[in-house]
């Protein structure tokens, strides 16, 4: 019974759609359970879902991905190319921000999200960083590579 209370609408039993005055009849028949999904919900499926997306994102890999000559040039990198914004440095904001982003398996870098911010502008100075980076050395998996989820945190201070 509590499972044909969960049925939506693209799921059949015994090829009759449930309705609420029918639940009670077709107890017997949970059995035969098939799930159908409609041409729409198949179509939307398609139509959301790029070839980057059906690849998994891994978290950690045999060999991590890496900013092209290592952590240091990345300090470098960021200390060139920071624009501490007006706003954050009148008030004297400072602090860490972690974003998270994936390096594709061709280096570049996609999906930037703040997991946790200091303000705004601060936020939005990150992503912008984040978008501008060069291609980074792409993760690898069994030798071959893959999309890698990589956090970051920049610091932020007067």
Request: hydrophobic share 30%; charged share 30%.
């Given at each position: 019974m509590l499972l044909l209370m969960c049925l939506t609408s693209s799921q059949m039993v015994m090829g009759q759609r449930v309705v609420p005055n029918q639940r009670k009849q077709n107890v017997q028949r949970v059995r035969r359970l098939q799930t159908m999904p409609t041409k729409t919900e198949k179509e939307e499926t398609k139509a959301t879902v790029s070839p980057q997306q059906e690849e998994k994102i891994f978290d950690v890999v045999e060999e991590m991905p890496h900013f092209q000559g290592g952590h240091d040039e990345l300090m470098k990198w960021l200390g060139e190319n920071t624009k501490y914004p007006q706003e954050a440095k009148q008030a004297q904001i400072q602090g860490r921000v972690l974003v998270s982003f994936v390096v594709?398996?061709?280096?570049?870098?996609?999906?930037?999200?703040?997991?946790?911010?200091?303000?705004?502008?601060?936020?939005?100075?990150?992503?912008?960083l984040v978008n501008a980076m060069p291609k980074w050395v792409p993760g690898k998996q069994n030798g071959k590579l893959v999309r890698v989820k990589y956090n970051l945190p920049i610091q932020f201070k007067l």
């Open positions: 594709e398996p061709d280096g570049s870098l996609s999906n930037a999200k703040i997991i946790r911010g200091v303000h705004e502008s601060l936020d939005q100075e990150t992503v912008r």
